[in-house]
């Protein structure tokens, strides 16, 4: 009989990958901003990060600190590809 880890063995490649940078982009808009974001409204896809959210104010924050958010999070993350943050 084959034990459980081995039967559950493949089904490890199929963690999604960007989960640690919608946290790291969460927490590092909340220490830039000191605003607490949930980290389901933020998606990741071709190098671009997406911030979904219908406060305005939010969203212009975010902007005006993009070049700082989107440094932070290259230096944190250098194995992925992150190109822009909208």
């Known amino acids: 009989m084959l034990q459980i880890g081995t039967l559950l063995e493949r089904f490890k490649r199929f963690s999604k990958p960007d989960i640690l940078v919608r946290e790291k982009t969460c927490q590092i808009i909340e220490e830039e901003l000191g605003i607490k974001l949930d980290?389901?409204?933020?998606?990741?896809?071709?190098?671009?990060i997406c911030v979904s959210t219908?406060?305005?104010?939010?969203?212009?924050?975010?902007?005006?600190?993009k070049g700082r958010i989107l440094r932070r999070i290259q230096d944190s993350m250098a194995d992925k590809n992150i190109l822009d943050i909208r």
Do not use: R
């Not at 980290?39 to 671009?48: L, M």
């Not at 219908?54 to 600190?65: C, G, Q, T």
């Open 39 to 48: 980290d389901k409204k933020i998606s990741f896809k071709n190098g671009t």
């Open 54 to 65: 219908y406060n305005h104010v939010l969203k212009s924050e975010i902007f005006i600190k």
